[in-house]
């Protein structure tokens, strides 16, 4: 059959509209999820799809927005629902608006409760996710992480009638050096603030005899959390609830004693950096730091519970090197902003061989395994030693409790049960007892020293 010049320009042009169509949906980024994560730290939106966002951001004033347009983004069901996600209770968003905002430009619009500090980037795939666009929303001006700690009087103060202790007042918050632009559109982006760490020690009153009366501070450290689950038991039991029950229950025991308090790294579902936790627990001047673990092995079969102390010359087995090395991929799984960069960090992250804390972590270490063990077999019956990126603070004592296998079926029933919880935290709690006994924090044993 022949067709007319006209009919066929016009059978040919539909074809061309056609096939033109057909590549502007091809081109067009899928999401496959969104995620909101709201913690008083700051809240993280994650938007994961599967290929790379190409996105402008900008701060609108009064009130105050956050506008994001992402380039050739598919508007589909997934990004539709995440309005649906924002909870009343989240600190710093009010509400997400999605929508078409012009050809080729899917737009949110996040109507904040306050000034914030955004840090926009975006990671490449890892582990179980795809590509992602981050959203971290923080607070314009850092609360100052003694507060909370205050709130507890200290009793032995009182009990020589003297007025509580003084608490320093934090420096001016830092803010590290912006990335570069991830694209060539994208706007300047404001970056993250970080406390500075006090440079001096925060001062004790003294009871009659010269001794240092003050309250004990303890940094417990729920690992994971977040984007970051964790190790992920054959029931589907994840790490990061694991660990938070624990320390939570940990957190009440410690707060329950009138001589000790606690500061949790994270007290919700919420994701914190490696380095980051240690700088907290820095910032309290906390006398001890205890990060609790459920890991899993290569072996379903790997059980027991273990506790582990830095080592500075090597993994003291195959299994601790391979635990060290799956942990310190944290920050990867959870996703760190690498274009953040941090002079405190820096400062935080000393060779540990100049000071006596890896000897205290180990004393430490000891005097908690043993009590572990009354509740549940040990994996090796010594303390054990790999390079944790998170017990690298410098003048703490610091130790990293794997409070059984979530890999092997029966340890992960038993991990979810809240006796054996309990009884994890009460056995921590016992050795961190049996330790300050009988090694005094370095700073009192400094000025009693100096007393004498």
Sequence with gaps: MKLSRRSFLKASGATMTLLVSHAGLASETSILAVRVWPAEDYTRVTLEGRSAFKYEYQIVKNPERLVIDLEGVEFNSVIQSLPSKITEGDPYIQLIRAGRNRPGIVRLVLELKSEIRPQVFTLAPVGQYGHRLVLDLYPSSLHDPLLSLIEKPDPLGAAVGQAP???????????????????????????????????????????????????????IDPGHGGEDPGAIGSAGTHEKTITL??????????????????MLTRDNDFFVPLQQRVVKARNVQADLFVSIHADAFIRPDASGSSVFVLSDKGATSTAARWLAQRENAADLVGGVNLGAKDVVLARTLLDLSQTATMADSMKLAKAVLGEVGGINRLHRGEVEQAGFAVLKAPDIPSILVETAFISNPEEEARLKDEAYQDKMAEAILRGIKKYFAKNPPVQQKIKLAQRD
């Design 165 to 219: 202790s003084p608490q320093p007042t934090p420096q001016t918050p830092r803010a590290p050096e912006a990335r570069p632009n991830e694209t060539a559109r994208t706007a300047e982006r404001p970056t993250e603030a970080h406390t500075e760490i006090p440079a001096e020690p925060r001062e004790r009153p003294r009871g009659a005899k010269g001794k240092v009366t003050r309250l004990l501070t303890i940094a």
């Design 245 to 262: 029950s624990v320390a939570k229950r940990l957190k009440a025991k410690i707060d329950a004693d009138p001589l000790m308090r606690c």
